[in-house]
Nanobody
Framework: QVQLVESGGGLVQPGGSLSLSCAAS????????MGWYRQAPGKQRELVAS???????NYADTVKGRFSISRTNANNTVYLQMNSLKPEDTAVYYC???????????????WGQGTQVTVSS
């Protein structure tokens, strides 16, 4: 059974910083892309940032220059450092990872349980 376990998040004032992490565990062969998504009340889930197994990153325009995604392949963990947070960053943040069970098998996307980030004074 594959699990993505998130940690971090919470309440922070505007202009503050938070760090999220997500570790993949269970039985799998390899991890391809990893990423962070968020969903605010009444809105669709949107991509925040993603990172390939080789370290190539991609960011939503709304977070460029403020957020930074990284990963540690040795412990199957992806991180999201969020700086200069704004009230509009308030959302539930979800970790996503594409994993395959065996060599040559297709990659399948898995989701974390979500962690709340609230930016408010």
């Amino acid at each position: 059974q594959v699990q993505l376990v998130e940690s971090g998040g919470g309440l922070v004032q505007p202009g503050g910083s938070l760090s999220l992490s997500c570790a993949a565990s269970g039985r799998f062969f390899s991890i391809n892309d990893m990423g962070w998504y968020r969903q605010a009340p009444g809105k669709q889930r949107e991509l925040v940032a993603s990172i390939t197994s080789g370290g190539t990153t991609n960011y939503a325009d709304t977070v460029k220059g403020r957020f930074s995604i990284s990963r540690t392949n040795a412990n199957n963990t992806v991180y999201l450092q969020m700086n200069s947070l704004k009230p509009e960053d308030t959302a539930v943040y979800y970790c996503n990872a594409e994993l395959n069970r065996r060599l040559g098998y297709p990659y399948v996307g898995y989701w974390g349980q979500g962690t709340q980030v609230t930016v408010s004074s």
